[in-house]
């Protein structure tokens, strides 16, 4: 396999008990997949782990050496309960300092509020030794980056400043094409002519996602791969092959 | 610890390149985890990973020992992308065979549907051996029970039905009680009072869950415990220490 041909992933490590409770919908998976997506990096394993120092040192380094990239979300804030830093820091042997840029950041920004920089505050401001600092123009607390390891916000519109400051950054391969096509069947009607064309294509996989809408059962076919060509004609040989069967079919997906 | 201490905790393993690739935003996460709370039963870990034998295979045989019960969502349907049952068996070590029963429920199925029964369809038919099966009125195609995995839909609807065929048939311990309290501040000026609260209280996790809402800085505190006791002791003193500072807080929650 020639350097262009490598296949980047990553792996994601979402901290949180209240994702584990059913008390918060997860809305950083999805959020980190597409934005990996475009920078040409395929999203490979995500592990939830609760609020729990072992827990975290264990998923860690389970995927930080197994990936090209390990984000993970949650527990960076003030309170007690925010025990990232201190997690990831053991996880790579290091120890946690005071970073002073992100000490003056949170100097800044809490100059002219209730309190200032407190000591629970401050805690935003330390970092594996090592580490570089993700910017967030949100909340002034900043995301954090030591090696292939990115520290997240577990707020999603907060993860979301932290990946706009990433864009482009990281180095990935030919992003991975996809296209979807929708028809109005059961998925277990067309399920010899997905597999025919799948194998018929090199590096093209074909999803298939089954619907209940309008009191009428559907799928939503998503053909991928890393090559134009290849994505464009399974798509054309499956519209086709849906068309001579008589199937009520959408290019673009339903 | 007596057995009825015993903390009874379940993984769970979402199969499904749809979600790691952000097309599909993940509801069965949220969904299993509720549901579990109120069977008494904690979401300990969380692995989402490809449509992949190995991968699968590797996580289920992690965390089926590591708990108490292992669900899986997703790979369970009629396409060539659904090898859940495959892996499953590889994991376990049991061959896959068709289930007479889950045989007769497609066959009734679909026998007034154009096609009948399929090849592809009496995919949906194919268990670990030894398996039984959990009942889904929605679509025909059970779940399948082996051991302690479960092996649910993807679909989110078609695996809250098979939820609640599985209510009250599992063994578990003291429901894990929560009671929220909301308040306007930024999490960080009252950690202090959190952490405190915390230790002061044993079998009590608070978590602090931060938002920003018409335009202002606020967040739930989530206290958790399985004594009631505990629980309202830690609410009262919480609710107590944020009055004297002077907060505007709500009980229950923001």
Sequence with gaps: MSNTDKVWTAALVIIGDEILS???????IAQIARWLQ?????????????????????????????????????????????ITVDAV???????????????AILADYYADKPGGLTEA???MARVPEGA??????MSGAPGIRHGNV??????PHITAQMLDALTGTLEGGAPLLSETVGCWTAESEVADILRQIEKAHEDCQIGSYPFFREGRIGANFVIRSTSEEVLQSAVDTLCEAL????????????
């Excluded at 490979?44 to 995927?63: K, P, T, Y």
């Excluded at 820091?89 to 000490?103: K, Y």
């Design 38 to 82: 475009v920078q040409g990096i395929r999203l490979g394993e995500v592990r939830v782990v609760s609020d729990d120092m072992d827990a975290i040192i264990a998923a860690v380094n389970a995927l930080r050496s197994e990936h090209d990239y390990l984000f993970t979300t949650g527990g960076i804030g003030p309170t007690h309960d925010d």
């Design 89 to 103: 820091s053991a996880a790579l042997g290091v120890d946690v300092v005071v970073h002073p840029e992100a000490r």
């Design 121 to 123: 505050r401050l805690r």
């Design 150 to 155: 990115f520290l997240m916000a577990g707020v």
């Design 22 to 28: 059913g008390r918060t919908q997860d809305k950083n």
């Design 132 to 137: 570089d600092l993700i910017p967030n123009r």
């Design 243 to 254: 068309g001579e069967e008589g199937y009520d079919f959408t290019p673009g997906g339903i």
